[in-house]
């Protein structure tokens, strides 16, 4: 599967962004999708994942409460809905997929990878 973000920008500390993520080429369905971050000098890091049937959710800690990862099927889309947006919440911020209904936080654990899109947080 094919995966592309959109959605990122520049907001101030306490704002909101919505980010999408476009999935194309194969059976979306099949597929149990993540949201992933990485902020320049360190690993990239789990933030939430949605399961391919369920639609239940995982969050990491540092996000829970203020982010919402949700699906839509119909439309082969995935979207990650952020709130009360810290600076630390800066980063390039991807989309990850994964054939089947396992919801792993680690990057290895995902087959499929967007481009990323850039999330800037000003205080």
């Known amino acids: 599967v094919q995966l592309v973000e959109s959605g990122g920008g520049l907001v101030q500390a306490g704002g909101s962004l919505r980010l999408s993520c476009a999935a194309s080429?194969?059976?979306?369905?099949?597929?149990?999708m993540g949201w992933f971050r990485q902020a320049p000098g360190k690993e990239r890091e789990f933030v939430a994942a949605i399961r391919r049937i369920s639609g239940s959710t995982y969050y990491a800690d540092s996000v829970k409460g203020r982010f919402t990862i949700s699906r839509d099927n119909a439309k082969n889309m995935v979207y990650l809905q952020m709130n009360s947006l810290k600076p630390e919440d800066t980063a390039v911020y991807y989309c990850?997929?994964?054939?089947?209904?396992?919801?792993?936080?680690?990057?290895?654990?995902?087959?499929?990878w967007g481009q990323g899109t850039q999330v800037t947080v000003s205080s």
């Open positions: 080429g194969r059976i979306f369905n099949n597929y149990s």
């Open positions: 990850a997929g994964r054939v089947g209904s396992y919801i792993g936080t680690a990057a290895d654990d995902y087959e499929n």
